[in-house]
């Protein structure tokens, strides 16, 4: 299994203002996601983090708003910008290891 | 273009009581599908993994069964505890490992004493 941590574990940010959110896995991983979940929705993929290259966003995010970086193979951060309530969710991280996915326990983020 | 249904999406049942959570694909060329469970406001805890080609895998009380040809898994909970109250989501995980997962929307259940 993996063990991954995320913080901070919630935060109520003032619109238009950045937030990074930062995720540790115990060893090594090549891949590495990034997804939100609405609240009563399930969860949407925002990108994928992988070291050494630039992470691949799906439809609907973009780089500008969803800033990530992944300095190396068992950390990455991503970065909400200029918020707005809109962008109030959990946001988790996730990493891939023996055909298995395992998830952060997730960032609570409130836009006011 | 996968799609994963889960059904219902609620459900309230008596505690002792066995649950069977249905989750649906359209496309059957998966390399594995996940179950998850998921606690109000935290993230998820990773239950079974079934590979393609196997037809069920079973952990303690819990039970999850694959058909492929149908697109059909099914996860068994058996003599139902209130703990057990939370949302359960399967994803699937296309053809090749590592390519991304595809979540159904979930069941919520509530297991009342």
């Known amino acids: 299994s993996a063990v991954i941590s995320q913080k901070p574990s919630r935060d109520i940010c003032q619109r238009g203002t950045s937030l990074t959110i930062q995720c540790q896995v115990d060893s090594q991983v090549t891949m590495m996601f990034w997804y939100r979940q609405q609240p009563g929705q399930s969860l949407t993929l925002i990108a994928t983090a992988n070291q050494g290259s630039e992470a691949t966003y799906e439809s609907g995010f973009v780089i500008d708003k969803f800033p990530i970086s992944r300095p190396n193979l068992t950390f990455s951060t991503l970065t909400v910008s200029n918020m707005s309530p809109e962008d109030s969710s959990i946001y988790l991280c996730?990493?891939?290891?023996?055909?298995?996915?395992?998830f952060g326990p997730g960032t609570r983020l409130t836009v006011l | 273009k996968q799609e994963v249904t889960q059904i219902p999406a609620a459900l309230s049942v008596p505690e002792g009581e066995n649950l069977v959570l249905n989750c649906s694909f359209t496309?059957?060329?998966?390399?594995?599908l996940q179950w998850f469970r998921q606690d109000p406001g935290k993230g998820l805890t990773s239950l079974l993994l079934i590979q393609s080609s196997q037809r069920e895998q079973t952990s303690g009380r819990l039970n999850a069964s694959l058909d492929k040809s149908s697109g059909r898994s099914t996860l068994y909970i058996a003599a139902s505890q209130p703990g057990d109250s939370a949302t359960y989501l399967c994803?699937?995980?296309?053809?090749?490992?590592?390519?991304?997962?595809?979540f159904g929307g979930g069941t919520r259940v509530l297991v009342k004493p």
């Open positions: 996730s990493a891939y290891r023996g055909n298995e996915q395992f």
């Open positions: 496309d059957s060329a998966i390399y594995n």
């Open positions: 994803a699937a995980r296309p053809g090749a490992a590592g390519n991304k997962l595809t």
